[in-house]
């Protein structure tokens, strides 16, 4: 409770004294710290608080596993995002910092409430907090508006769910909603909105673009963490077989369509914004699998798929964030939006941005021992034992799961490689525009780092989280340095191992290297004349082979210059716009059209149905 | 139909070498719009400016997949070829500014080291044009010599290009097969007139001495070389892998030839003919080989059916070759006057024009309209949408040389 109570009064400090930028993302890095203390002590032993108001309702904060879990994940990200900013701030006006600090007071009480209430407030707190940082940002209102239709949308389907669960116990506390399926099915739409789900996610490519990159990472990492909280808790309040499902056929969907729209895209923070659509995806799917493992008695595969949403989890937050810090530090250092225009940021921007991408990237592609490669490793061996269930339908859903879980993977190893290639590793040098980045580089260092060391000291976060009946010792691999996805033992992996190997190697290599003098190094040969800017193979090169051969799902147009493709599930939402501006222009032609009598005629018409509706109640 | 065959810029003057129909000659530059050409010869047309997503693949100059040094700025956004612009100025040797000043003797060594495989008809066409000016008659032995030639090296030429459009179709037996045939007869070449491209052998106002009966012994030879080509290539009409590649590749229409004025087998393989051999005195009843498809299987059969058409014409004209000795003493006096003349020569891949200006008896301006200069744009509009795997076999369909665009 004294973290609790320490992390309030840090990010409360750090709003008022909004007008010292640095002081004041200090004070929230602080606040964040002692979240992220918060949440380990509660882990194991969680706190619980309770009030009556009026005896009417009760309200309560408190903390369970659950929550302690995504405190953790979320307020490491949120530390990393508050030194981050203290640099990148600068670059922005005193209101951010306000805005980061409420942002995280308010996600403190999301993750801690106990009931609606407190929960709602929190909630439209931080969605009008993130509106107004988004508009940090010139020109980015149509992007922010968008974000807050949705998050409205949210709230509405939320407010609706605990609308159903007061009118059916009276009470507002989540406990209250317990085997209410209507409660849940609201609740759970409610939650994916929040989760970028397919097809709510249409907002996002532009708004990510849009938003300054340490919102872009708040909007990615822990308001998506909200919604992934808000899942757990409902599928564990309702045991229903129907929003498993649901979850595993919403999550694989969007884990494939994520992936597929990330393959083609050149823009810098569009590309990751579909990667976080891809992984939220890939969460449900698994959470999915292993609530509909529970209900089918199949403890271990459940407990197997519990553990691998909560890798999953960690795998993005802490991948994506780095992402994104990076992408940012290099975005302003260049000032230029696509990947092609941000070659060589390793080379030229700053070694920490470059390995940020790098690593994050490689985590997101699945390479060993990183925790991407982890948790995607946990998330097929989960889909592969699809064959224990001995309902044939859920056999069927997830090998049908399984399949386009590789395809999600695959694609979006390629889309994550077009960015690491050209714009980490890439050759070419543009402008630079200097800004400090000491902070900044802390920020991207710390996370790079935790990436690296969740993935090879995976077993010790597996003890941690209490699963270390899942590791064992094999092969050669001492315990507990072995991963094992079943018992009867299924799969087996040793990040930890891997990377005693890959050290090894890289040692014989880094010796071969500085012990053979005479190695040249040559230019590789391009026709015997300098490459110019525009000899450069660039993104949509790469991409275009993936928009060709899929152009029915791409809506792929070669033009003269150019190619146009875009992700199709926006069309529905321009359909409704579309129709929604004929309508309203088709209403205001017929009641505003400058003639009196059609204004009479409408005030007195809404006197009569007001004077009815008091009237009959 | 007209061709704007070049723009002749001496003396601070602009006019226009046109053909139109059996006319070939100067126009005022005035009438530079009812050309199309005009504009890519004059060099107003923007090419090579990269815009939104392509980026510039460049192929060359130095590349082990070129003949010669040159350069394809490929714009391009991954898979298809969105824009094409050939840079063949590596290859300029500046030969019409080397031919000034210098006798017309001179000049025609030159000529013939504009390009290899049309070293004939280039030394033909010069020699015309200078006859021309000079009023030198020529024995009807020499003329028909000469249209002899001119089908032996459409023969190789001809044979070769198909031998590199069946290499870059990845039809390698046909190729060493093609390529040995080839080489055959460049060995003809050799034994029977000293040359293997045909190099020395013509001259102004006569051409070396062959005895009829060698004619006829070297014809019975390049016969039995044209027999065997005409079995590989009806056996590579039976490939319908190698068709396939071939059939509606690199297309060109009607409104190409507007914008660019090619000619040769490129313009007959879109049921066009402007061949000037219908002009020649010792062709009986010459009819084009035509085509219509305007891809590069329609510009292969033009080029197989020309070789065997000019096997027969081989043989028709040395039946009309008589026993006389052609005169080797020309002598161009200096008269100090001014003076110009228009001629040409059909070679295997277009006419070649060659407009001289002479002051006495040097040469004071001299334009070439070489065929590859026609064929390079050609070239780049025909692989304009295409993937890149039709890359080489578009471009080795036209039987274009850089050398002979670049002069």
Redesign the interface.
Known sequence: MLAFGLAILFFCMGMAVYFNKTLSYIFGFLGALCVVILGFESYHAGFSYQIDIYNIFKLGIGTDKLSSFFLIVAYICFSAIAVYSIDFGKLFSKTMAFLINLIMLSMLFIFCAKDAITFLIAFEIANICLFFSILERVNSHNQAYRFLAFSEGSSVLLMIAFAIVFSATGSFLFQAGQNNFLFALFAFLGFIIKMDIVPTHVWIAQTYSKAPSNIAAILSVPLTLVGTYGIFRILSLEKSYTLAILAIILGSLSAFWGALQSARE?QLKTLPAYSTVENNGMILASLGVSMLAQYSQLTVLSEFSYLTTLFLIISHSFSKTTMFLSIGHAKETLGKETIDDVRGILKNVSKSAGFGILISGLSFSAVPPLVGFVSEWMLLESLFQSYKFSDATFKLIITFTGILIALAIGLSSFGIKKLIGFSSLGEFSSKIKKIPDFSIKLAENTMSALVVISGIFSFVILIYLGYGNLLNGLLGVFKPALIVSSKPVFGVLSPFMFAVVFVFLLIVVLLLKFSNKDTKTTMPW????AL?D?????T??????VE?VLRGIYRTK?K????ESYDISNSIYDFLERLFKKLSSTISKIIMNGHLYYYVTYIVAIFIIALFVFKFN | MKRLLGIINNKGKEQLLVSSGSFVGLIDSSQSKDFKAYLWQKGLNKTGQVQDELFNFRLGPSSGALLESVIFNIFTYGERMKEVYIDNTYKSRSIEQKMRAKCPFEALKLSEQICASFAFSHSCAFSRAIEEAFNINISDNVKIMRLVLLEVERIFNHIYVISRLSGAAAQKVLTNHLIYLFDEILSLNKTFFGSRFLKNINTIGSIKYIPKAQMEIFSKKLESIVNEFSKLYEFSLKSHNYLDRLYNTGILTMDDFEMFNFDGPALKAINISLDTRVYEDFFDNFKSVIEEDGDALSRMIVRAKEVFQSMRLIKQLIEKLKEDVPNSNIVIEDDQKEKNSIAFAESPSGTIYYYIELIGNKIDYVYIAAPSMFLIKAIEKSLEGQIFTDFAFTVDSFGAFFADAAK
Do not use: D, P
């Not at chain 1, 391009?526 to 004349?529: D, E, I, K, R, Y």
């Not at chain 1, 525009?534 to 660039?538: A, D, G, R, S």
């Open positions: 050149t391009v026709g015997g004349l110019k525009n000899e450069l193979y660039n949509r090169g790469y991409s275009f082979i060709y070669e003269k210059t150019y190619v």
